[in-house]
């Protein structure tokens, strides 16, 4: 199968700021993740992925050829872009309509886009001005005019951006449900525990490179000179403490006595966590909560950004 | 010892008056103006190049009106001099100079204000104006500012006094120095202190294009979020409506029988502000103290002074088909007190207007 | 391409925006109204009294119905005393303001003859000095009355009016504004993204303003056409609409590529070139006058409308023949889009992030 997009070498410079700075990646099929907290350059490579900029060096490849100036390309893509803008005094099907239309859906664009509008739960609305639309249902038409056409690869810019709960959970369930139909579609955000809830592969992005990319466990794997952090909350932390020292690969601890917690740093967090059992149970110290406060990502991101 | 308190802290000592705040977002905007745009910096400076036009006059009249200077001596002043005002006015200007050269002054800035000054002062109110409100109603800034504790009017003080600031550079500021350099080259102090009428007119044509014009240009920008679009119909204001006057004046001229339409000075901004200008600097006294009749000058200095009489609204045609027509002094159509109504009529409704959008955006 | 030109003729006329091209149409039409109100037209139309007197005066007879003009005592309107005829030619306050021996004004109604001013009582002398308008005779010359052809007169208001001023300003509006409005709206990543060809969408931008500008152009246009000519000269009309579709055209091409060149500073840039060259210089007799969109329509129009222009006409204002004209016409368009639709395929055009 063809990568879904390659970048070798792709620097891109506005003047004397680099958005862009020595990129090499490549992406599979499939949903990912793009994240990266703002200023960190996922907008910059989402516009040279849909052919908005231009490389300063290196070369972009979205599913197989250059996207710059290739209409036939952009046919196969959608892009959700970040900004909530409209041509206001259109509703949203005319809106959707219309961009099916410059999309190349001829006379079934009109069906097309009511059932884009449908999908996105956007059939109450869809024929007042978008002048009047909530955050939400702004957000809902912004997706649908992206699906419309039905692309084999969706890029959405932050597609949570301001969005209640409800509304978020249900786009989070449609983006689910369309990477399960076989579409491959790049998330980009800054918001971390919304984006885990859509996939498990990621790009990690800062200062405009990429720190990494791949699975969350893949990517912890990779670091094992940073020790892994487990958190317990405990009747007696010291006690505890006293315990796991003595008989777990421990090197570190930090103890808070008065609320009852201790974290633990471990370089092998398997062995930590079979022998952990036993000891807790030998040292006869009631445990009210075992997290491993690092299988999160976040905490990658923490590390990763703190080494750079 | 006690731990400092460092959290929010209300302002306790004196607050400015309410025109310190007029000017702070006068300073700002005004900063900002001059940052964003190349072009406006520019235009600032070349703004003043008409003064070096303008200078040498004031020095041939200031060497002509000394009374110890021999009148025959000729020079390259006389020769200024004598080439822009028929003999008989320069005799005048030696004789009594305590009249007449006030009345020069005022000519030669009527002319300064209304060939040039006029026309940079439309074109800086294009770059600084329609931006200043648009922005900020695009951006929702608006409300910020008025959640401060601004008045609706202080604000759009403000703003006006950033408009008017860059006109008055364009005006004001080079007047000032023009009427400094006529006044260092005058005969004697009592000549020079004749002439304080003209710096008051000086000041007074300054104000007259600057606070209308801004005012008008506020009332766009505040129409409409896009400041493309409040440049651009400013601009189509003084175009249409030139060329409206232009249309009904000249067509005049076909019909034996119309009465040419006068209301059609209205129409045109750079009418309003010649004719307002010609008021203020009086012009047609002017010209009847350096001359006593018309056709006491001869050839080209009758050509010259009908144009300039013409300008003012201070001449009319008579007889003759477009290229031929004969010029001849008399008032032609309002008197300047109209077009200076007008002015102030549009500066009023702008600023109501103004004023009562900043109320309605604060009640929501 | 269609959607494009159906889209951009929404985003001009849908809603809101559809009063500023209203406004801005309407706008002519008064002025036309208000021309024919001041009765200024009057004058323009017609047959007149002198085109019968003046063949009369050149051959040397005044009709009977003349008698010597006294200027009537306490009468403040008309130039009372101060105008005097002499052999020299017409004093006015002893200044000399015309040299011919014939004159006729207000069609006849005064007329300098043989030395002296004589006055038809049939017709009225109008009550104030502004009506005294008059005509040029030359003596002994065999010179029509110098009154140009109203159809040629109406047509130069007509042609100033629309294509001259309210074609190329609409142009100047929306043309150079159409880049900056996605950008600053931020709509421009939609279009961008959308399988077009970026030639499309430049051409489809500049039909659509044209095609959304020349419907309501053409209704103003008919309506100050009729208000003018109470419905005569209907070649008049067909002329002036002609050269408007195609000023939209042209002016709207260059004022698109000024657009693209700068986005931000297109619209002022437009307005200086707009305002300089098309309505200054280009009304210079010069060679200057000829490097203008403005110089090629006028061509256009007076060869269209093949109009007897009056003797005192600059040729080098309008002189292109009708095929160089079209030509230049037709290069002035496809030119600037050319140039549009490459910078749109060569330059990054990127709207700025929120954060």
Redesign the interface.
């Known amino acids: 199968m063809a990568a879904l997009l390659e970048l070798s070498g792709v620097t891109k410079l506005y003047g004397l700021v680099i958005g862009l700075n020595d990129v090499q990646l490549t992406l599979e099929p499939g949903v990912n993740g793009l994240l990266g907290p ?2 960190a350059g996922k ?1 910059t490579l989402l ?1 040279l992925l ?5 490389p300063s060096e290196g070369r972009v490849r979205v599913l197989g050829e250059d996207p710059w ?1 290739n ?5 196969r ?1 959608g ?1 959700c ?7 206001d ?2 509703s949203a099907l005319e809106f959707v309509t ?2 099916a ?4 859906l001829g006379s079934a664009a009109g069906e097309r886009a009511r059932a884009a509008l449908a999908r996105v739960g956007a059939s109450e609305f869809m024929h007042r ?1 978008i002048a009047g639309y909530s955050k939400g249902m702004r957000q809902r038409t912004k997706l649908a ?1 992206a699906i419309v056409h039905d692309p084999e690869f969706l890029i959405l810019d932050e597609p949570l951006t301001g969005t209640d709960p409800v509304c978020r959970r249900e786009i989070v369930d449609l983006v689910i449900e369309l990477g399960r139909q076989g579409k491959s579609i790049l998330v980009a955000s800054h918001v971390l525990h919304e984006v885990q809830a859509m996939t498990d592969r990621f790009v990690l992005m800062y200062g405009g490179r990429v720190l990494a990319s791949g699975r969350v466990g893949e990517i912890r794997a990779l670091m094992n000179h940073v020790p892994h952090r487990i958190r317990v909350r405990c009747a007696d932390a010291k006690v505890l403490a006293q315990a796991l020292l003595a008989h777990l690969p421990v090197d570190g601890l930090e103890i808070d006595a008065r609320r009852g917690e201790l974290v633990a740093l471990t370089r092998e967090p398997s062995a930590f966590f079979a022998g952990f059992p036993a000891v807790a149970l030998a040292s006869a110290v009631p445990i009210h909560e075992i997290e491993s406060a690092d299988d999160r990502l976040d905490a990658v991101f923490q590390y990763l950004m703190e080494s750079e | 010892m006690p731990i400092a308190e460092l959290g929010y802290r209300p302002w306790e000592g004196r607050r400015t008056g309410r025109l310190a705040r007029a000017w702070a977002i006068a300073r700002a905007e005004i900063g900002i103006a001059q940052q964003s745009s190349r072009l406006l910096r520019r235009f600032l400076l070349f703004a003043w190049l008409p003064i070096l036009y303008f200078c040498p006059f004031f020095l041939a009249f200031g060497a002509v009106a000394d009374p110890t200077r021999d009148p025959n001596a000729g020079g390259l002043l006389a020769q200024i001099a004598g080439s822009l005002l028929p003999p008989e006015s320069l005799a005048k200007l030696r004789a009594t100079p305590e009249t007449t050269l006030p009345a020069v002054w005022s000519l030669a800035f009527f002319l300064f204000f209304t060939y040039t000054q006029s026309l940079f002062s439309m074109v800086v109110v294009a770059i600084v104006g329609p931006p200043l409100i648009a922005k900020d109603l695009r951006s929702k800034a608006f409300l910020v500012y008025l959640s401060k504790p601004i008045a609706p009017w202080q604000y759009l003080l403000g703003k006006l006094a950033t408009v008017a600031f860059f006109v008055l550079a364009m005006t004001l500021f080079p007047g000032l120095f023009l009427y400094g350099v006529g006044v260092a080259l005058s005969p004697s102090l009592t000549t020079a202190a004749n002439t304080l009428p003209v710096l008051l007119q000086v000041v007074l044509a300054s104000l007259a294009i600057a606070l209308p014009t801004g005012l008008l240009v506020l009332l766009l920008s505040t129409w409409t979020k896009d400041r493309r679009l409040a440049t651009f119909t400013w601009v189509a204001l003084w175009v249409f409506g030139e060329f409206a006057f232009r249309v009904l004046d000249t067509s005049a001229r076909f019909a034996p029988d119309a009465e040419r339409p006068h209301w059609a000075g209205l129409l045109s901004m750079r009418e309003l502000t010649t004719r307002t200008a010609a008021g203020i600097f009086d012009v047609r006294g002017s010209l009847e103290r350096l001359l006593s009749s018309l056709s006491d000058s001869e050839g080209v200095f009758q050509e010259r002074i009908l144009q300039l009489a013409a300008g003012a609204g201070e001449a009319r045609l008579v007889g003759g088909q477009m290229d031929q027509a004969a010029l001849v002094l008399g008032r032609d159509g309002y008197p300047p007190a109209v077009f200076m109504g007008m002015l102030l009529l549009l500066s009023i409704a702008s600023a109501l207007v103004v004023l009562r959008r900043a109320h309605r955006q604060v009640r929501i | 391409m269609g959607e494009l030109i159906r889209l951009q003729i929404r985003q001009m006329l849908g809603g809101r925006r559809r009063w500023l091209v209203l406004l801005a149409l309407s706008l002519p039409v008064l002025l036309t109204l208000a021309l024919r109100l001041t009765g200024a037209l009057g004058g323009a139309e017609g047959q007149r009294n002198e085109d019968h007197l003046v063949p009369a005066l050149r051959s040397g007879v005044l009709p009977a119905q003349f008698v010597p003009f006294e200027w009537p005592a306490g009468n403040p309107g008309l130039l009372a005393g101060t105008v005097t005829p002499t052999p020299q030619g017409l004093l006015y306050e002893g200044r000399l303001v015309q040299t011919e021996q014939i004159v006729v004004w207000n069609d006849g109604a005064l007329v300098l003859f043989d030395g002296r001013l004589w006055r038809d009582p049939g017709l009225p002398l109008p009550g104030s000095e502004a009506g005294l308008r008059f005509f040029e005779v030359q003596r002994g010359e065999q010179r029509g009355s110098r009154r140009p052809p109203v159809d040629f007169l109406f047509g130069l208001y007509l042609y100033m009016l629309y294509p001259q001023v309210t074609c190329l300003l609409l142009a100047l509006l929306y043309g150079s504004s159409v880049l900056a409005n996605e950008l600053d709206g931020k709509t421009l990543p939609y279009l961008w993204t959308r399988p077009i060809r970026r030639a499309s969408f430049v051409i489809g931008k500049h039909l659509g303003i044209v095609v959304a500008l020349a419907v309501p152009t053409a209704a103003s246009l008919f309506a100050s056409w009729a208000v003018l000519t109470r419905f005569e000269h209907p070649g008049v009309l067909a002329t002036t609409l002609a050269v408007s579709l195609a000023a939209l055209l042209c002016y709207n091409a260059l004022f698109l590529l000024l657009g693209f060149v700068s986005p931000r500073r297109g619209m002022i840039l437009g307005l200086l070139y707009g305002i300089l060259f098309e309505l200054l210089l280009s009304f210079v007799p010069a060679v200057i006058n000829q490097v203008t969109v403005s110089y090629f329509l006028r061509s256009l129009y007076l060869r269209l409308a093949s109009f007897q222009l009056p003797e005192e006409f600059p040729e080098e204002l309008a002189g292109a023949p009708l095929p160089l004209a079209l030509l230049a016409l037709l290069l002035i368009l496809i030119v600037p889009l050319g140039a549009a639709v490459l910078l749109a395929t060569q330059r990054e055009y990127a709207v700025k992030d929120e954060a």
């Open positions: 703002n200023g907008s516009k849909t052919g908005q900029l231009r100036n209409p036939r390309l952009l046919a893509l892009l872009p970040e900004q909530d803008a409209f041509y005094q259109l219309s961009l239309r410059l999309s190349g001005p005019q």
